[in-house]
Structures are given as structure tokens and as C-alpha cells.
């Protein structure tokens, strides 16, 4: 009986294995998504914050003399989602009878601006 396994043992196995699978998925799941939440950080510190604050180390201050609201206050705004930010990022640039300065039209892919709304949104601290 030494040589062969229970029956419960051989059971288990696929379960362990099922197990396992999953762990090492939601693993892969985690890297991609901090991968993309990196890659949203650096594309937001080149081309955003020239006029937004988008990281606390953020290495030099925005250029306006009145900046654009920072990343932080917009990712703590009622109703701001990744979805709401792709739309602004990539259809709402600016509307001349409210705002002094536009927004410039960047044309960011959608891969692009997915991975900023993201990173904008992971700020959010409410």
C-alpha cells in the first residue's frame, strides 16, 4: 500500500492545481495592472505636468502662473472615473466662453489614455 495513493490525495490534486492557477493568474493580473499604472504616471510627468501637478515628487512645478487643478484634486472629485477621464482626455479640451487657456488637443492613443485615467484615478484618496 506504500506505492499507491488514496484516493483523496489523487482528488485533491486538481483542486490544488486550480488553486494554484488562480493565484498565479490574479499575480499576472497584479503586475499588468501596476505595469499600467506606472506607464500612466510617466506619460502624465511628460506630457501633463507642464500644467498639472501630477505626482507629490513631482520634479518641477507646473508652468502657468495659475495652474490646472492638480492630479490629486481631480481623482477627489464627485463622479471622476477612469471612463470620465478617457472622455475628457480624448473629446473635452476646452470651451472658450469659460476658460482663459485650452487644453492642448493631445491625441492620445486609447491604450495611452486608459493608462493616465487610471493612474489619475488610483490617486484618489476619499
Known sequence: MSGMQSPLKRS?????????????ALEVRAQAQDAELARGEHIAR??????????????????????APSFFDLANRPGTTVESVEQFVTHTHWDPDKLQMT????????????????????????
Open 103 to 126: 487644453m492642448p488637443a493631445l491625441m492620445p492613443s486609447a491604450e495611452q489614455s486608459h493608462a493616465v485615467a487610471r493612474y489619475l484615478v488610483s490617486l484618489r484618496t476619499r
Open 12 to 24: 485533491a490534486l486538481p483542486v490544488l492545481a486550480a488553486v494554484l492557477c488562480g493565484l498565479l
Open 46 to 67: 511628460f506630457v501633463c505636468a507642464g500644467c498639472h501637478v501630477v505626482a507629490r515628487d513631482q520634479e518641477f512645478a507646473p508652468l502657468l502662473s495659475k495652474p
